[in-house]
């Protein structure tokens, strides 16, 4: 099946016979708007903008140049073909170096047009197809980043505009766990690099003697041992793409000065050679360490760290974005669930309180080692309290019961989840009364109708 893609094109021109003569001539294979001034064309862009504006330089509002400015502010991928009456040279070329596509002069030829017209669609359906294969790679090497928290969306949107920055090295620091891993590569699959290689490096797995020549490879016969066509480093295998080094604060200071030199030039040569080799690749890197505290104790190197970190990314810890912890639990359910074979599809309320109230220490990878684990013990399909490893105990629901002078539990400031409380108790007395509702109804000070009308509302609830 083919797709037939109409390009969207919008005439702005005051001059009404050329506006109709255009109209006309390419309403039969685009989607045509005509515009009079440039102010309710830059009102139609925003509102629903087109694939090529066609935009004269002198209009009656404002000047086409501002147009131009003013409409790719706001969309930079805007195309604009720029149509000047005036013989103008300078006029034209401020217009280019404000992102017009092209220009053409006035009278307008129509065959001239067109070419530019085509010329410029074929660049959009390019970009298109560009987007679509990034998009792929995206998907397919980052099938899921999970953040609904303000605290990680402010940090994605700033990974989206560093990644666009292909050169720029970037430093990811935050906590175990957090996911700089995972926002690395992301870092890497948004960049215009995205179809070149993702190389990792993971600093703190290579012995301090080996790091250099894992780094920018040796040439034959460089020391015992060494393959005999030599072997090329993860410098060289990463060009055009991304190095990512991981642990970087693992680094030994004599690694930190080769990889110094390497960021500073670009230039490198390796083990046992004389060939200068230059190399474009950019560098993420990435620690839990704090390399301040580092840099003053003469560990790490400081001008080492203005090279990594001309970009610093800082990934909140769980305990910072709660409202993260939900979305990415119900997620790892059901990714454990189709790995296990099993059928969990919902979390009890009491285990949502208790991860949500938890100390994550270890972040993500803490939370999804503690739903693997209730996967694979709990039998579903409600993931419960022990399986989440809070026992039968409270700790985590019930806030620390602070008492008034009545003997009366104080409300915390930060509220509690009376449902939670509410299908806690009335499963424990249920339980305590060995099933029996008569006698669990009394321990809750609740009639046995009153009791049942609970239990049940809550079984609804979940079913
Ligand atoms: N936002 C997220 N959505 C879904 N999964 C995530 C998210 N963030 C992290 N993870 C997962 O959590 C685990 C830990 O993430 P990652 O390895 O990237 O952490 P890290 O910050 O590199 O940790 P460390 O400092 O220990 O190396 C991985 O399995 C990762 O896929
Ligand atoms: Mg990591």
């Known amino acids: 099946m083919t797709t037939v893609i109409t390009y969207a094109i919008y005439i702005v021109d005051d001059d009404q016979d050329l506006r109709e003569l255009l109209q006309i001539a390419l309403e039969n294979r685009y989607q045509v708007r005509a515009f009079p001034a440039a102010r309710p064309a830059i009102e139609a862009v925003e509102k629903d903008p087109p694939d090529l504006v066609i935009l004269d330089i002198g209009l009656p509002d404002m000047s086409g ?16 073909i720029m149509v000047t009456a005036f013989t103008d040279v300078n006029i034209a070329i401020s217009a280019m170096k404000l992102g017009a596509s092209d220009y053409i002069l006035k009278p307008i030829n129509t065959e001239a047009l067109e070419v530019s017209i085509q010329n410029v ?3 959009i359906r390019l970009r298109k197809e560009v987007q679509l294969l990034q998009e792929k790679y ?4 980052i ?18 505009k560093v990644a666009k920055a292909a050169d720029t090295p970037v430093l990811i620091v935050g906590e175990t766990g957090t996911g700089k891993e995972l926002i690395a590569s992301a870092i890497h699959y948004k960049s215009p690099n995205f179809n070149g290689p993702f190389v990792t490096l993971n600093c703190s797995a290579i012995p301090k003697d080996l790091i250099e020549s894992e780094l920018f490879g040796y040439e034959k016969g460089a020391f015992t041992g060494a393959h005999a066509s030599g072997k090329k480093g993860l410098v060289e295998v990463a060009a055009n793409g991304t190095l990512f080094l991981d642990e970087v604060g693992d680094l030994s200071l004599e690694a930190q000065a080769k990889l110094l030199r390497f960021l500073e030039d670009g230039e490198f040569y390796r083990v046992g050679g004389t060939r200068k080799f230059q190399i474009r690749t ?12 580092m840099i003053e104790k003469d560990l790490f190197r400081r001008d080492l760290y203005y090279r ?17 912890i939900l979305p990415i639990a119900r997620h790892f359910l059901a990714e454990f669930s189709k790995k296990h074979g099993k059928v969990f599809d919902r979390i009890e309320s009491t285990a949502e309180a208790h991860l949500k109230s938890y100390q994550w220490k270890g ?4 939370l999804r080692n503690l739903v693997e684990r209730g996967v694979l013990i709990g039998t579903g399909p409600t993931l419960t309290l022990p399986d989440v490893g809070a026992g039968r105990r409270l700790e985590g629901v019930l806030p620390a019961p602070a008492v008034d002078s009545g003997g009366m539990a104080i409300l915390p400031d930060e509220g509690i989840d009376l449902e939670a409380l509410e299908d806690h108790y009335i499963r424990e007395a249920f339980k305590r009364a060995g099933g029996n509702e008569t006698k669990a109804a009394k321990l809750l000070g609740l009639s046995y109708y009153a009791f049942r009308y609970r239990r049940k509302k809550l079984k609804d609830l979940k079913s």
Do not use: W, Y
């Open 121 to 123: 669609l074929e660049r």
């Open 65 to 80: 140049i501002d147009a131009l400015r003013t409409m790719r502010e706001r969309h930079p991928d805007l195309m604009v």
């Open 308 to 324: 990594l970190a001309v970009i610093k990314v800082e990934v909140p810890s769980l305990n910072e974005r709660r409202d993260d």
């Open 363 to 366: 972040n993500i990878r803490e």
């Open 282 to 293: 950019r560098v993420v890197s990435a620690t839990n360490k704090d390399l301040d505290a």
């Open 138 to 141: 995206l998907k397919e090497n």
């Open 143 to 160: 099938p899921c980043f999970i953040g609904e928290s303000n605290a990680i969306q402010d940090v994605m949107q700033f990974v989206d």
